[in-house]
């Protein structure tokens, strides 16, 4: 064990953890508001990526112009879903809510298929692609801007919670529905509101960790199930454990590569996933009286 | 009920007989042999989410535990098939044991992304597992199985086999729905608390129709492992799991035959829609095998948004209300010859000049 080592598998978690620390965000909010996990919150990830390589790398539009595009894209795709397969639902049932939002992410996975293609997408770093040197480990700057914007949507998400009104008739619907509605709360456009951000949320994610992945179409199952277990192993409607969750998910897996074997590494995240589910389905931050409430 | 069902049941039989006779084309027997194999998971799979009401989009493991012990076994120990594939079950239901027991006290979406989860892991194993699996590569040379001293060499011969389980695994279904363990599973599915009131094991019932669906699932892995000679880890991503999901949904969740259609459908969609693509080319549009997720997808989504009891409920309770159309306008009609003065009752057989609109209560 080097030290260096594991500097240098610390970088590597962190980079990714923030994105399953966003994409848990995501989860979040749309479970705060509607009571479902939404299964195609992965491809909200692969979509941002992809339209943002078609803007940068095709279009050769300027980097920030196409940022915002994209994040407009995602968000004009969460208010599609929520509208046309969401809200037009008369009697939801669990189960059926669960097969619309793995039937949205077929088509979701099926469409970027035709449109991008098969193949996995280059994009250029943000700044620079060399590497900083930090005590002997490296970083990419890349790295930094994914920390970075990860620090900003965190604290724009604290001022829209707190500060707007908006944000605070999410609350009110995430804390009680019908005493919200009874306040003159519109619930179902906060249903919107919350597909629309959690989309915005999964776009940035997709657009931060394109250039050090290279996004494809088939990848969003995979980002969404580690998004899934960092807002389950930091309590489920916790945006601040999902925070530390998904970074803790990011670092554990990338130690688990680095000292176990890299070719199980998409399975410490899962087996860490169940592990929760199975042992504490509140989350390491979940209040165990509360969340005795939820439905698990 | 048993009357309806063995209707169903010896139409079934008769089509199977019938079928390689009409169809000699091996590559479409071939298309029905993978139609059956898929049934058969769908089946398990049906009795658990539609009857129980738990739901699982992980059933592609356990068809892949299948397909990999027949396959391992086999081709690398030796065994002969069947030892195999009953080892290989063994397997399967040690891991949905497992797996059960834990899982199966979770709800809805905890459910739904534990099994989804479990399938992940799965196939990153055999993918990774090289020395065990042969990962990426996958197994060859897995034989045939014989049945009484006949090779199952042949497509016809092994397409009897595999629908003649497939008629099994339908009989012993129906028979376990109209049981007592069948009652108490969809008591479970109603409310698990009321269940439990009335001294039903839910826990143990719940994770006995998982064990089930599992065997159910990990046969049909072996079969297609023997059918096939050879797997690889592609086939058994978490997206078949979906599909297997699809099937079911699509189909109907609440009714064994719901998951048989759908099973049919889906598997004999993508031969469906190469054949037509000829005639979609005429139209300009250039149809490839490609488009076939985005299809399943939007099948999903259609009858998930507009039938969400499945094509087979929807497609009877269409039939029911041409059926009833024709019931009442034959009423209707003798009413008129007797002379009967119209009650003016709004219900009754006397509606039965109101558009379709006005019958819905019959698809019930």
């Known amino acids: 064990m080097n030290l260096i080592d594991i500097i240098q598998f610390l970088f590597m978690g962190i980079q990714r953890g923030c994105i399953y620390a966003m994409v848990a965000m995501g989860f979040n909010m749309i479970y705060n508001a509607t009571g479902i996990i939404n299964l195609a919150q992965g491809e909200f990830v692969v979509l941002g990526g992809l339209m943002m390589v078609s803007l940068t790398m095709t279009l050769h539009l300027p980097m920030v112009l196409a940022f915002v595009l994209t994040v407009f894209f995602g968000v004009a795709a969460g208010i599609l879903m929520e509208r046309l397969t969401i809200n037009p639902v008369k009697q939801p049932t669990v189960l059926r809510l669960v097969i619309i939002t793995v039937a949205v992410s077929i088509i979701t996975k099926g469409g970027a298929m035709i449109f991008w293609g098969k193949g996995s997408h280059y994009m250029d770093h943000f700044s620079s692609a060399e590497p900083l040197d930090f005590y002997g480990a490296t970083i990419l700057p890349q790295t930094l801007w994914i920390i970075g914007i990860l620090l900003l949507v965190v604290a724009a998400y604290i001022f829209f919670f707190n500060f707007t009104m908006a944000g605070k008739c999410m609350r009110a619907c995430a804390i009680n529905r019908d005493a919200a509605r009874l306040a003159g709360i519109d619930d179902r456009k906060m249903v919107m509101l919350s597909f629309a951000l959690s989309a915005g949320i999964g776009a940035i994610a997709g657009i931060i960790i394109t250039p050090v992945i290279q996004m494809d179409y088939g990848r969003g199952a995979m980002l969404g199930l580690k998004g899934f277990g960092a807002a389950v192993l930091g309590g489920l409607g916790n945006s601040t454990g999902a925070v530390v969750a998904g970074i803790l998910l990011g670092v554990l897996e990338a130690l688990g590569a680095g000292y176990i074997s890299s070719h199980y590494m998409d399975a410490i995240a899962l087996v860490i996933l169940l592990f929760v589910l199975f042992v504490r389905p509140s989350g390491i931050f979940g209040n165990s009286e509360a969340m005795r409430l939820k439905e698990f | 009920m048993i009357g309806k069902n063995s209707v169903g049941l010896i139409i079934l039989i008769l089509s199977v007989i019938i079928s390689p006779h009409i169809i000699t084309n091996d590559y479409y027997l071939g298309s029905l042999i993978f139609t059956g194999l898929n049934i058969l998971v769908c089946i398990g799979l049906c009795l658990l989410m539609g009857y129980a009401g738990q739901i699982s989009i992980g059933h592609g493991a356990f068809v892949a535990i299948g397909a990999y012990g027949a396959g391992i076994?086999?081709?690398?120990?030796?065994?002969?098939?069947?030892?195999?594939?009953?080892?290989?079950?063994?397997?399967?239901?040690?891991?949905?044991?497992?797996?059960?027991?834990?899982?199966?006290?979770?709800?809805?979406?905890?459910?739904?992304?534990?099994?989804?989860?479990?399938?992940?892991?799965?196939?990153?194993?055999?993918?990774?597992?090289?020395?065990?699996?042969?990962?990426?590569?996958?197994?060859?040379?897995?034989?045939?199985?014989?049945?009484?001293?006949?090779?199952?060499?042949?497509?016809?011969?092994?397409?009897?086999?595999?629908?003649?389980?497939?008629?099994?695994?339908?009989?012993?279904?129906?028979?376990?729905?109209?049981?007592?363990?069948?009652?108490?599973?969809?008591?479970?599915?109603?409310?698990?608390?009321?269940?439990?009131?009335?001294?039903?094991?839910?826990?143990?019932?719940?994770?006995?129709?998982f064990i089930l669906s599992a065997v159910y699932a990990s046969f049909s892995g072996s079969l297609y492992a023997c059918y096939v000679n050879y797997i690889d880890p592609g086939p058994f991503d978490v997206s078949y799991?979906?599909?297997?999901?699809?099937?079911?949904?699509?189909?109907?969740?609440?009714?064994?035959?719901?998951?048989?259609?759908?099973?049919?459908?889906?598997?004999?969609?993508?031969?469906?829609?190469?054949?037509?693509?000829?005639?979609?080319?005429?139209?300009?549009?250039?149809?490839?095998?490609?488009?076939?997720?985005?299809?399943?997808?939007?099948?999903?989504?259609?009858?998930?948004?507009?039938?969400?009891?499945?094509?087979?409920?929807?497609?009877?309770?269409?039939?029911?209300?041409?059926?009833?159309?024709?019931?009442?306008?034959g009423q209707a009609s003798l009413e008129r010859e007797s002379a009967v003065p119209s009650s003016g009752q709004s219900s009754g057989p006397s509606s039965a000049g109101k558009p379709l609109g006005g019958l819905s209560g019959h698809d019930q």
């Open chain 2, 73 to 209: 076994l086999t081709a690398n120990y030796g065994w002969s098939p069947w030892p195999a594939m009953g080892c290989s079950m063994l397997m399967a239901v040690f891991v949905a044991v497992i797996l059960g027991i834990p899982a199966l006290r979770l709800k809805g979406h905890y459910l739904a992304m534990a099994t989804l989860g479990f399938a992940s892991i799965v196939h990153v194993v055999s993918v990774a597992a090289v020395d065990v699996t042969g990962g990426p590569s996958g197994i060859i040379n897995i034989p045939r199985p014989d049945l009484f001293g006949y090779l199952l060499d042949t497509d016809t011969r092994y397409f009897y086999f595999v629908w003649a389980v497939v008629i099994i695994g339908v009989y012993f279904a129906f028979n376990l729905i109209d049981s007592r363990v069948g009652r108490g599973l969809r008591a479970l599915h109603g409310s698990e608390d009321a269940a439990a009131s009335l001294g039903i094991p839910v826990t143990w019932y719940k994770v006995q129709v």
């Open chain 2, 241 to 329: 799991s979906v599909l297997l999901i699809t099937m079911v949904a699509v189909g109907g969740l609440h009714n064994i035959w719901g998951a048989l259609t759908g099973a049919v459908v889906l598997s004999l969609l993508p031969e469906f829609l190469s054949f037509i693509s000829d005639y979609l080319r005429l139209f300009g549009i250039r149809y490839q095998q490609d488009y076939n997720t985005l299809v399943y997808g939007m099948i999903l989504l259609f009858i998930m948004l507009f039938l969400p009891e499945g094509i087979f409920s929807g497609l009877r309770g269409l039939l029911d209300r041409i059926f009833s159309v024709f019931k009442k306008s």
